[in-house]
């Protein structure tokens, strides 16, 4: 008897140990993450800024007629592929705003283990096409509480080339990690999503556009 409770003791410690390093490295990697994330967000705004589309000319006088505006290359060929900046050796195709959780991110063309320790990413889609997704982790200063959001909020993706894209949240699901097609599928112009605490599940944020998209 004394011997079996010393290897159930044995045993429970081990488990114990065993969570406790889980739990050490989850955080090492949330901090990782979140750093990274950070660096590479000073290193895109400032080209993101010097790409955005400059402003038309305003008339001197009320007798001149505007000039039109130009016309985004997203919108002559949605087809196009989105532009890209490389940083340290990863693709990044724009910078995701979430004002209400005040998250700003940049986002990773393609998904990857690899990126996604650095950056939300491209799940599938294009914001040219509606049918964006975005995947990350659910670290803290990610996807962490995107439970958080409420019918209504707001979301901005600003792609490479400067061209705003508007969004309010309109509804939550939360699916099976088997369920990629019910991920994909439905008329959402966005889509954001990430696991569920234990990963068992995937909670997928559905956006619709705001207002059109924007050119600064």
């Not at 390093?21 to 990697?29: A, K, S």
């Not at 195709?93 to 979430?98: A, H, M, R, S």
Request: hydrophobic share 40%.
């Amino acid at each position: 008897m004394r011997r079996r409770r010393a290897i159930l003791l044995t045993l429970g410690v081990l488990c114990l140990l065993a969570a406790l390093g889980l739990t050490v490295r989850d955080l090492h990697g949330e901090t990782r993450a979140r750093k990274t994330a950070a660096q590479t967000l000073r290193l895109l705004e400032p080209q993101i800024s010097a790409a955005q589309p400059q402003a038309e000319p305003q008339p001197q006088t009320g007798e001149e007629e505007p000039e039109p505006q130009a016309i985004p290359d997203y919108q002559l060929d949605p087809q196009r592929q989105m532009p890209v900046f490389r940083v340290d050796g990863i693709d990044y195709i724009g910078l995701l705003e979430i004002p209400e959780l005040e998250l700003r991110l940049p986002v990773a063309g393609t998904w990857s283990y690899e990126a996604l320790a650095a950056a939300p990413c491209r799940y599938a889609g294009s914001a040219y096409l509606d049918d964006l997704v975005i995947l990350a982790h659910n670290y803290r200063g990610f996807f962490r509480d995107l439970k958080l959001l409420h019918t209504g909020d707001a979301v901005r993706f600003t792609d490479a080339d400067g061209n705003v894209f508007s969004y309010a949240v309109s509804d939550f699901e939360q699916l099976h990690p088997s369920q990629t097609e019910d991920m994909l599928c439905g008329d959402w112009d966005l889509t954001l999503f990430t696991c569920t605490v234990g990963g068992q599940e995937r909670l997928a944020v559905r956006c619709v556009r705001a207002n059109g998209s924007e050119s600064e």
